[in-house]
């Protein structure tokens, strides 16, 4: 049975984010809200439409639930839910490429906190 | 190169501050993503799968050392320490933070360098031959006409908002490095019969969904109207191209509606109105801009190739390298030297921050501090004295950048595809580095010569998989990724579409399907036959005989 | 695209203006454009379409301060034939993404010599203004909830000017001394 979860880019470094179940948006696919049907998204799709200051292009995505919860069904979603981190193993800049330092990059919180304020935004320019 | 004065400085900074100020007003909520993306856009900055992509226009492709130690300080500060090298000669970042976009723009304009109008549907960077100025076979460097191109189509008012992207590409050479003849508008300088220069125009060509050669539109077109004529061209598109399906929106379905000829006359009887304007170059504006591309001073130096003997013979790889990474100058005792950033270990393309300064390094102590990007997403140091290539050679080989393949089989141009791309249906980079992994012994074992093989993730052909040799398209079959094969395709003077051979093959087939691909030329190939000329002369019958069985 | 309120309850609207010589300024703007179904108002300045003016130009003509409302496709060579006289023309920019308005300003202006009020219209944002004013507008109706004062910053966030326009005959390199 697919089910749908909720999904966008966020505005301050275009980084995947999922909906979850109150309101709040999280990196972790797992902890995304999955609905039945893509009809039962409009709501939370009608209010993430509202939160064009945190993100940019909420849309439904189709998932498959397992134990460990929603998995993409199309591979584009897979590699968005994978991760930068994946892409660029994947891609040999990360561990090993030992000349390629990564620049620290303040992340939302991954147990679905508040989105951060805009005056956070603004603090990391 | 040229050097921007007071005026061209201030542009870049009034742009690096307007767009602070667009991005202040997005963060603060003042504006709609759907209001802003159109202005982040005009600037080259994209939101692909994972976060922003910010596209730096390279003008022709030419850079200095400083300019690159600038790009790796960008990568390094703002990125996750690396670039990608486009297909259209730009840079790619991948990863930047929007509040930190100004910023960056400000490092560029530190450097005579801009984001400016490297997307949206405006006039693009213009492209040109990668070895400009160097070619043994230039007849005039395209590069001030380029530069012309980029102050005219800079904030151009009238043509800020157009049906569509719009590429030009110059070359000045008899050999077609630039694939004009696939750009919106193709120059080439040429040789006049009254022995002047003029330029040769062609008009419609392109990639993308409805690949179409461009055509010539004027023989001859003297060079003072580089402007005037160029201007024409685009009011006639800017006016009466479709602006109802973007699929259709190139100047090439314009003028494949309308005829080339209908198409030229448009554009002449508009040319007849502004050809006496002040858009009309005089000689000073020329001599002006040219003179910032006066040959460096070179070192008188004897041309001996015997000096390169004894290193050749005793190390094969070296002699692998001068063969296929090493051309001819126009220099006397220099060399154009290609560096390969398709060493099948960092996606095609992609440089660290380490190695762009290395570059800029070498650059300084190698090539009078110029590099040049290449559309086949290398790097080019364009002069380097002979007696110099071994100790370069050795440098290079340390560095990752001495594969020598330049337009060999694993020499594979790739757009970013399904790992960064939005739009993408597939994944091109992995294949990418599997043909690489697995026909670098093959290449050597069969020397397969002259081959072009093009990777695009989707139909948008950034990976200009039309006119690959052997091509190769990521299609979408539900949720799946999926391959298609097409042999015979050519961006130079032979310009051609590649024609598809057959259905498509999953991921974990594509590879094997080129190595029949590769096998099938090494059956027919007559000797020192390249790729291209085997798959046009037995046709396409064995090749699919050879993938598909027979039907 | 035009409006449909009739002239007798119209609301001033907050306009944006560029003139020629002269800073970029916001003015009380009373002008009323005209559906063609509507009949017109007896006094206040007005616009009606590119259609209706040409099937009642010469009833038309007898009222003052009428204006004629362009779409952005029509022939400008059409347009200067039968607006003698006229001093007020909107060209009308159904999205932002359309940039035939452009063309149809500077040759309206540069080639058939308009001089009067021209009036971008539509779907018209504060990022286009100085392309719009570059080619030839000196007015801007801006989009619904968009606020004028604030785009009036627009027009000053460039001042180097490399190619010709309508607002500047000369490109750069023959104005200025480049080095
Ligand atoms: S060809 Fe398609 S997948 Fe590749 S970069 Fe272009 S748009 Fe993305």
Redesign the pocket.
């Known amino acids: 049975m697919p089910h749908f979860v909720i999904s966008a880019n966020r505005t301050a470094d275009g980084g995947v984010v999922y909906l979850a179940g109150d309101r709040r948006w999280t990196p972790e696919l797992s902890a995304a809200a999955a609905h039945p049907s893509k009809a039962a998204t409009r709501d939370g799709l009608s209010w993430a439409r509202t939160q064009e200051a945190f993100v940019c292009d909420p849309h439904p995505i189709k998932v498959k639930l397992d134990a460990s919860g929603p998995i993409p069904v199309d591979t584009k979603q897979q590699i968005r839910a994978a991760g930068p981190e994946a892409t660029l193993a994947a891609l040999g800049f990360l561990g090993a490429q030992s000349d390629a330092p990564f620049i620290h990059r303040a992340e939302l919180p991954a147990d679905g906190a508040a989105p951060p304020s805009i005056t956070a935004v603004d603090a990391r320019a | 190169m040229y050097r921007y004065d007071a005026h061209d400085q201030r542009i870049v900074e009034q742009r690096a501050a307007q767009f602070r100020r667009q991005v202040q007003r997005r963060l603060a909520g003042e504006i709609t993503e759907d209001e802003f993306k159109p202005l982040r856009l005009q600037n080259g900055l994209y939101m692909q799968l994972h976060a922003y992509m910010l596209r730096v226009a390279v003008p022709y492709g030419l850079l200095s050392a400083a300019q690159m130690r600038q790009l790796a300080h960008i990568a390094r500060t703002w990125d996750k320490g690396y670039g990608h090298f486009t297909t259209r000669q730009n840079i790619q970042y991948n990863w930047p933070d929007l509040a930190d976009v100004p910023a960056i723009l400000d490092a560029l304009a530190e450097v005579q360098m801009h984001a400016i109008q490297t997307s949206g549907n405006c006039v693009r960077n213009v492209t040109s031959d990668p070895f400009a100025g160097v070619a043994a076979d230039e007849i005039a460097d395209p590069r001030p006409y380029c530069e012309i191109l980029r102050q005219w189509s800079t904030f151009h008012p009238e043509f800020a908002a157009l049906p569509r992207k719009f590429k030009i590409a110059v070359t000045g050479a008899e050999t077609d490095r630039a694939a004009v003849a696939w750009h919106d508008i193709g120059l080439r300088i040429v040789r006049a019969p009254d022995g002047g220069r003029a330029i040769q125009v062609l008009v419609g060509g392109g990639m993308g969904r409805t690949p179409v050669v461009g055509k010539v539109i004027r023989e001859y077109l003297p060079e003072a109207h580089l402007l005037t004529y160029t201007e024409a061209i685009l009011r006639v598109y800017n006016r009466h191209g479709r602006r109802d399906n973007m699929y259709k929106a190139r100047i090439k379905i314009l003028v494949d509606a309308m005829g080339a000829d209908a198409f030229a006359a448009e554009v002449d009887a508009e040319w007849a109105e502004i050809k006496d304007s002040g858009l009309l170059l005089d000689g000073d504006e020329l001599a002006r801009v040219k003179a910032h591309f006066e040959p460096p001073r070179y070192t008188p130096l004897e041309d001996d190739p015997s000096a390169l003997e004894a290193p050749r013979l005793m190390d094969p790889e070296f002699a692998r390298w001068l063969d296929n990474n090493v051309f001819a100058h126009r220099q006397p005792g220099y060399r154009i030297v290609v560096l390969s950033l398709k060493n099948g270990e960092l996606p095609p393309g992609d440089a660290t921050h380490t190695q762009m300064d290395a570059v800029a390094d070498l650059a300084d102590d190698f090539s009078m501090g110029r590099v040049v990007v290449t559309h086949r997403q290398n790097l080019v140091l364009p002069d380097v004295e002979h007696w110099r290539l071994h100790s370069l050679w050795r440098k290079l080989r340390t560095l990752g950048f001495a594969t020598p393949n330049v337009e060999r089989v694993t020499d594979v141009i790739c757009?970013?595809?399904?790992d960064y791309?939005s739009?993408?249906?597939a994944r091109?980079i992995p294949v990418a580095q599997e043909i690489s992994q697995r026909l670098t012994a093959f290449d050597t074992e069969h020397d397969l010569g002259d081959l072009h093989l093009n990777i695009?993730?989707?139909?948008?052909?950034?990976?200009h998989h039309h006119v690959g040799h052997i091509g190769i398209l990521?299609i979408n079959k539900s949720g799946e990724e999926y391959y298609q094969v097409m042999i015979g395709g050519s961006n130079a003077d032979d310009a051609s579409m590649g024609t598809v051979l057959g259905r498509a093959f999953p991921r974990d087939g594509i590879v094997d399907a080129v190595e029949t691909v590769l096998k099938t030329y090494v059956d027919h190939r007559n000797e020192h036959e390249r790729f291209l000329d085997t798959a046009r002369r037995i046709g396409f019958d064995p090749f699919k005989e050879a993938l598909y069985g027979n039907p | 695209m035009a409006t449909h309120e009739s002239a007798a309850h119209a609301p001033l609207r907050r306009l944006v203006v560029a003139p020629r010589a002269g800073q970029p300024r916001v003015v009380d703007d009373a002008l009323c454009h005209i559906a063609d179904d509507e009949p017109l108002p007896l006094l206040g300045p007005v616009t009606v379409s590119w259609d209706r003016w040409q099937s009642e130009e010469s009833t038309l003509r007898a009222r003052a301060n009428v204006g004629v409302r362009l779409p952005n496709d029509v022939e400008p060579a059409d347009v200067a034939a039968r607006i003698a006289g006229v001093d007020r023309l909107t060209i009308d920019f159904p999205s932002f993404k359309d940039g035939r308005g452009y063309s149809l300003a500077r040759l309206l202006r540069e080639r058939h010599g308009y001089e009067g009020e021209l009036r971008a219209v539509g779907d018209v944002l504060r990022d286009q203004l100085q392309a719009m004013r570059r080619c030839g507008f000196d007015s801007f109706e801006l989009k619904a909830g968009k606020d004028p004062e604030d785009a009036l910053e627009a027009f000053a966030e460039f001042d180097v000017l490399y190619q010709p326009a309508a607002d500047e005959a000369l490109p750069l390199w023959r104005r200025v001394r480049r080095t």
């Open positions: 757009c970013p595809g399904l791309c739009l993408a249906n091109s695009s993730g989707c139909i948008n052909a950034c990976g990521g």
